[in-house]
């Protein structure tokens, strides 16, 4: 059985939009322009509500459900490599989330590179957190919840907390996390044909942008998760599509979580693509796995 017509549709609009998005000779502003455009994938949320704030200096937008839990809330990161989308690309997506779980979503607005490289968006990361345990959110009611580069900022999060000693968010939620930032994984190639966002190339420009330090070790674990010591982090649920170059990213994050003795499950989205999540409310299959994540969060926030 194959997948849907909508899962189809939804990868010739990703084509569409990163056929834009490579035309030569653009400014970054208009390709950033562009890749915001990807929020048309998604519906509007039925009975979320959206409001900006400022979150300790850090600028991010509430998503609010209807009847969302008053004690719990989403921490959310976009995708974008770092250099591209914003809290706006993901308003959407990150409503349908947030309804799913039942708990509002702060969709953070974290600084871009090359203007601001590494680390300043787990800097950002870090200030949205506190400022939340500033609004009288606990740790364990809070959820890391990102797709993409946010899907790995959702891990880098808790594990900086944790080497600090400090308390982590109560669960994670990692949907097509980068994780090996060397792009030494064979499934980078494997599936340049089925992802319609990424390529081995586009990820480059992303890494040269982001890690621009030359004395960065790309594989340090602090920058490649799939090296880091997972040990210590909160139940961890991972997604990824099957067609994406970083499908065996998000497949080596969940074997290594397992390996730690996190509490986590992975799951693949059969032909899914590259932070498919931009689907949601158009997609079946995008939807379902929205409402399996949903139900990580309810399950595992306060647990």
Known sequence: MGVSKEAHEFAD????VSAKSATPGLDLGIVRDIVDS?????????????AEVDAGGVPALWAIPEGADPDRALLHFHFGGSVTASMHSDRKAAGHIAKAAGARSLVVDFRLAPEHPYPAQLDDAETAYRWLLSQGYEPRNIGSTGHSIG?????????RLLAKGEATPGAIVSV???????????????????DKMLSRGILELFRGAWLQDPAVDFASP???????????????IVYYGAYETLADD?????RRLTDAKVTTETRALPEGQHSFVLGAGRVPEVDEAIGQMG?????HLGA
């Open 13 to 16: 609009f990703l084509a569409s």
């Open 38 to 50: 990807n929020h048309k994938a998604s519906t509007e949320p039925e009975g979320v509500t959206y």
């Open 151 to 159: 899907g790995t900022l959702a891990v880098m999060l808790p594990l």
């Open 176 to 194: 097509s996390p980068w994780t090996d930032l060397t792009l030494q994984n064979p499934a980078v190639d494997e599936n340049e044909e089925n």
């Open 222 to 236: 602090e920058i490649s998760i799939a090296n880091a010591d997972l040990t210590g982090l909160p139940p961890t």
């Open 250 to 254: 998000g497949a080596q994050l969940g």
């Open 295 to 299: 139900q990580w969060l309810r399950k």
